[in-house]
Each structure stands twice: as C-alpha cells, then as structure tokens.
C-alpha cells in the first residue's frame, strides 16, 4: 500500500489538498474556495472557521473521490499564507476575523510604534528595518488600542498554520517562518527582543516549533471532521514562501525562485544573509539551518483578472478556462512595450521594491493608438517590471546572481507572460514542473523529514524537474530598459501623490466606521 503526505496549500483564496506519495509526486488534489472581506478601506479580512471548513472539505474529498485508504495517511501539514494574526482564548475560540496579510489598517500604530522607541532610524537599527501598517507587529497593537477588549482575552495570537494545527491537535504553537513574519531573531531562532518595547505581551505569543517537529496527533473531533485517522502526526509545516522554495528546489545558498499567482514574491535561499533592504525581508527558511531574502509584490495574477474582468467579460463568457490562451494570443499581437504605455501593478499598496500603503495602479501615457489590447499587455509587462525591480536590488544588496530564474504558481503556465518576463528582466526562465502544486510538495518534503523518510532539506532538490525554459530575446533589449527606468521614475515621482490621495482619506474613513 503506497503511503501519502496530505498536505494543504492554504492560499489567499483557496485551500488545496494534495495527496504527495514519499517520492514527491502528486496522486490527487481536491481545492475549495473561501471569501474575502473588505469591512474598510484597507482592511482585508477573512474568518479562520473558513479555513477549517475547507480544510475539512477537501481532506474527506481528495480520500475518498480517489479510493485512498484513510490509513495510507502518513502525516499532515500545512502551508499557508503568512502574517495572519488571529486572536483566540483560553478554549481556542476565535476573538476576531484574520487581519490577513495585505491588510494594511494600522499604519498609524506603525508609526507610533517606530516613534515610541526612539524614530525611524532607530528602530531600524533595532529591528532590521523599519515597519508598516500591513506588518503584524502593528496590527497586534492595532487589536491593543482599537479593540481591547478582543486584546485583552486573547490567550494567544496565532497565524493561520498556527490556528490549522490548533484545531488539529489542540495544541497553540508558532512555526519558525511563521515567527519571523511577526518579529524573529534570525541569530537566536527566537521571538525578537525588541517586541515588549513596541507593547507587545510576550504571553500572547505561542511557544515555537520547527518546521518538522510532528506537533501532535490528529485529535478525535479532528479526525471525525476531516476523515482522517486519530492520532496521524501533524508536522509544524511553514508559510508559503518557504514551502515553495523547498517545493522548487531552491534550498541552497544564493539559488532564487519566483512564484506568480494572486501575489508574487522572488525569494532567495542564503545561509549568511540577514538584513532587510528596499522592502525585502530576511525571514526564516523552512530549513532552519537557512534564512530566506523575500520580496513580495502584493498584486500579481489578481491584476491579470481585473483586466479580464472588467476589459473581456464576452470573451470570458465564451472560453470559460481558456480565456488566458485567448489572452496570451491577445498580447501577443501588441508590440513589445505595448507602444509606450506603462502600468504599475501597486493595487493592494506595496510591500517591495518598493514599501507603502498608499501606493496604487496607474496607466501612464496612454494615447490615441492604445487599445484595450495593449492595457492587456501592459498589465502583464507592469508585473515583470516589478519583479525586475526585485531582482536587481537582490544583485546590489546582497550580491546573488539571480541569472536562472525558476518560476512556480499559476502563472507559469502562462506562456506569453513567461516570455514576456523573461524578455523585460534578461534573464534565462525555468517553469518548474507541476508548478500549481510546487508548494504543497515542498510542505510534504517538511513531514517526511520530520517522519525520517528524507534526511535533509537537500535531498529534496531532485522533487523538482523543469518543464520549459524561456530565454530573453535580446531584440527587445532596448525598449524595455527605457521603459524600466520610466517605471521606477514613476513611483518616484507620485509617491507623494498617492499618499496625499490615500492616506489620510482612508484613515479618516476607517475611522468614521
């Protein structure tokens, strides 16, 4: 009887379980969807009893659709989106909605947090860099001020893998990558000193595991809810950046990986850095002998969408799931630079290259010969342009190559968009095999570790096998640098602009509500 990892990949939208047999490769997935809430401007919420109810949902699906003995579960393991705070008492009730991670409502807390001990510069000094309103160390003390109560009967704050294994194993936990997103001592792989200072109560944070300690085992009601057997171990697992570095076969010094979904991020894997610089964080690595330099552009496939939606709902309607061929044909009718239009993908604000709040979208230059076609194109360069941005302070500020790229998400299997990154970044594209799934494989590569079913971290690398490669064509060389460089020009020139229109606004509206 062949054994599985059952590993859930809980995204921005949607949970996926996936079925990962002890050689890394996938036997079946099941997904179910959760909503969104966006109570205020800025503010992203989502309920954690979703979460559950899909996790619940898709572990009974994947098993029993696919005729898998339940027993043939080996272990379970998470890995999820990062920096949800989550307040829950005593009994593990749920306080409060997620404060998810693009919500960025405490801006001010942000503020007052870097001036209570001593200013920008100084708390840079202490922290590694300085903070924002979508950090979780403002949030934290945004539910301090703003709902004391909720702060005050909160046992512990959890994230979202913190709160998935919780209800697993009854246990309330934080997982080392989980930490570091809150405030992580890379050195001491503890929680950072300098939270007390910022008015942190330290009790309210959980004790910490590694990625592949087993946590406990699955409990009664737990195994009558998901149909999984009591006592199956539940490993400490990772958030997803982490889990789809391993996932790519990125775990050794200086290798990078980008992942292009909802979100996208360029993650590197280094044993020595640990600083943050131009909205980059140095996180911890799923293998906790390795730190992560990670730069997350907050919106990346949801663009995409948007220009779907709101530009080809006919052709929507009429391809169904083969809009995005139809849109890669699309794009590739419009000349490379889409004719001097430029899009900055900044929706959601942005976390890197560059770090803000305030920051959103906007078409600049466009004229009487753009199409609707060419806004299409534009979207898809916008995000490259992003992520070329990442990549070239990566090189400056740490020094990594970043020459070969491997690329994981949904987005991958886009071709045009391959292409097109490939071409406005210069460098060599490397779709990852199975690329959807990259993340889950690398959370089962976690439990199997922790099982002794795997040695190390690097006896991973052979899990992931590449599907296509996309070299730059160095025709297009000219035009995307000039536009490049007319793109960073843009933030510098509006940042102030999108602060004086959408800051004070939405604070002011927040607060109203």
Same mark, same amino acid.
């Given at each position: 009887?062949?054994?599985?990892?059952?590993?859930?990949?809980?995204?921005?939208?949607?949970?996926?379980?996936?079925?990962?047999?002890?050689?890394?490769?996938?036997?079946?997935?099941?997904?179910?969807?959760?909503?969104?809430?966006?109570?205020?401007?800025?503010?992203?919420?989502?309920?954690?009893?979703?979460?559950?109810?899909?996790?619940?949902?898709?572990?009974?699906?994947?098993?029993?659709?696919?005729?898998?003995?339940?027993?043939? +579960?080996?272990?379970?393991?998470?890995?999820?989106?990062?920096?949800?705070v989550?307040?829950?008492d005593?009994?593990?009730?749920?306080?409060?909605?997620?404060?998810?991670?693009?919500?960025?409502?405490?801006?001010?807390?942000?503020?007052?947090?870097?001036?209570? #001990?001593?200013?920008k510069r100084?708390?840079?000094?202490?922290?590694?860099?300085?903070?924002?309103?979508?950090?979780?160390?403002?949030?934290?003390?945004w539910?301090?001020?703003?709902?004391?109560e909720?702060? %005050?009967?909160?046992r512990?704050?959890l994230?979202?893998?913190?709160?998935?294994?919780?209800?697993?194993?009854?246990?309330?936990?934080?997982?080392?990558?989980?930490?570091?997103?809150?405030?992580f001592?890379?050195?001491?792989?503890?929680? #950072?000193?300098?939270?007390?200072?910022?008015?942190?109560?330290?009790?309210?944070?959980?004790?910490?595991?590694?990625?592949?300690?087993?946590?406990?085992?699955l409990t009664?009601?737990?195994?009558?809810?998901?149909?999984?057997?009591?006592?199956?171990?539940?490993?400490?697992?990772?958030?997803?950046?982490?889990?789809?570095?391993?996932?790519?076969?990125?775990?050794?010094?200086?290798?990078?990986?980008?992942?292009?979904?909802?979100?996208?991020?360029?993650?590197?894997?280094t044993?020595?850095?640990?600083?943050?610089?131009?909205?980059?964080?140095?996180? %911890?690595?799923?293998?906790?002998?390795?730190?992560?330099?990670?730069?997350?552009?907050?919106?990346a496939?949801?663009?995409?969408?948007?220009?779907?939606?709101?530009?080809?709902?006919?052709?929507?309607?009429?391809?169904?799931s083969?809009?995005?061929?139809?849109?890669?044909?699309?794009?590739?009718?419009?000349p490379?630079?889409?004719d001097?239009? +430029?899009?900055?993908p900044?929706m959601?604000?942005?976390?890197?290259?560059?770090?803000?709040?305030?920051?959103?979208?906007?078409?600049f230059?466009?004229?009487?010969?753009h199409?609707?076609?060419?806004?299409?194109?534009?979207?898809?360069?916008?995000i490259?342009?992003?992520i070329?941005?990442?990549?070239?302070?990566?090189?400056?500020?740490?020094?990594?190559?970043?020459?070969d790229?491997?690329?994981?998400?949904?987005?991958?299997?886009?071709k045009?968009?391959?292409?097109?990154?490939?071409?406005?970044?210069?460098?060599?594209?490397?779709v990852?095999?199975?690329?959807?799934?990259?993340?889950?494989?690398?959370?089962?590569?976690?439990?199997?570790?922790?099982?002794?079913?795997?040695?190390?971290?690097?006896?991973?690398k052979?899990?992931?096998?590449?599907?296509?490669?996309?070299?730059?064509?160095?025709?297009?060389n000219?035009?995307?640098?000039?536009?490049?460089?007319?793109?960073?020009?843009?933030?510098?020139?509006?940042?102030?602009?999108?602060?004086?229109?959408?800051?004070?606004?939405?604070?002011?509206?927040?607060?109203?509500?």
């Amino acid at each position: 009887m062949d054994r599985y990892i059952l590993a859930h990949d809980i995204g921005t939208s949607s949970d996926k379980a996936v079925l990962v047999r002890f050689d890394g490769s996938i036997r079946a997935t099941a997904s179910a969807p959760y909503p969104t809430y966006y109570p205020n401007p800025a503010w992203v919420e989502q309920d954690p009893a979703d979460y559950w109810k899909a996790v619940c949902e898709t572990s009974r699906r994947v098993v029993e659709d696919n005729g898998i003995p339940p027993e043939s +579960i080996a272990g379970i393991v998470f890995s999820t989106q990062a920096q949800g705070v989550i307040p829950v008492d005593d009994a593990g009730k749920v306080l409060y909605p997620n404060i998810t991670w693009v919500d960025g409502r405490a801006e001010k807390q942000a503020q007052g947090i870097m001036k209570k #001990l001593g200013g920008k510069r100084i708390f840079t000094m202490i922290a590694g860099t300085p903070i924002m309103g979508k950090d979780c160390i403002a949030k934290i003390i945004w539910l301090k001020q703003e709902r004391p109560e909720i702060y %005050q009967n909160a046992r512990h704050i959890l994230d979202v893998n913190g709160y998935l294994k919780f209800r697993c194993t009854g246990r309330m936990v934080t997982e080392l990558s989980g930490a570091s997103s809150y405030g992580f001592d890379l050195k001491k792989k503890t929680w #950072l000193s300098v939270l007390p200072m910022a008015g942190i109560d330290m009790e309210k944070l959980p004790p910490l595991v590694k990625s592949t300690d087993n946590v406990g085992g699955l409990t009664e009601q737990a195994a009558k809810e998901t149909g999984i057997p009591a006592g199956t171990p539940v490993f400490g697992g990772c958030d997803d950046v982490q889990a789809a570095a391993v996932g790519a076969g990125q775990q050794e010094d200086g290798d990078v990986h980008v992942y292009l979904g909802t979100s996208a991020w360029v993650a590197a894997s280094t044993r020595t850095k640990d600083t943050f610089k131009h909205g980059a964080a140095a996180i %911890q690595s799923a293998d906790p002998e390795m730190n992560l330099i990670a730069g997350i552009t907050e919106s990346a496939g949801a663009n995409i969408e948007w220009i779907r939606d709101q530009f080809f709902r006919h052709e929507k309607e009429q391809y169904g799931s083969g809009v995005f061929n139809f849109m890669d044909d699309v794009i590739a009718t419009v000349p490379p630079g889409s004719d001097g239009l +430029i899009c900055t993908p900044w929706m959601l604000g942005e976390r890197c290259p560059v770090s803000s709040t305030t920051t959103r979208a906007t078409l600049f230059n466009i004229s009487m010969v753009h199409t609707r076609e060419h806004l299409m194109r534009a979207v898809y360069e916008g995000i490259a342009y992003n992520i070329r941005w990442i990549l070239q302070n990566f090189k400056t500020d740490y020094g990594f190559a970043c020459e070969d790229i491997r690329i994981i998400g949904g987005g991958a299997l886009d071709k045009g968009w391959m292409q097109i990154l490939s071409d406005v970044t210069g460098r060599n594209i490397h779709v990852v095999e199975n690329p959807r799934n990259a993340g889950a494989v690398g959370a089962a590569v976690v439990a199997l570790i922790g099982l002794g079913e795997l040695p190390d971290f690097a006896s991973a690398k052979s899990f992931a096998r590449i599907s296509a490669t996309f070299r730059p064509n160095e025709a297009n060389n000219a035009v995307y640098d000039a536009l490049f460089g007319q793109y960073q020009q843009l933030y510098r020139s509006l940042s102030g602009v999108y602060k004086s229109a959408n800051g004070k606004r939405f604070t002011e509206e927040a607060e109203k509500k």
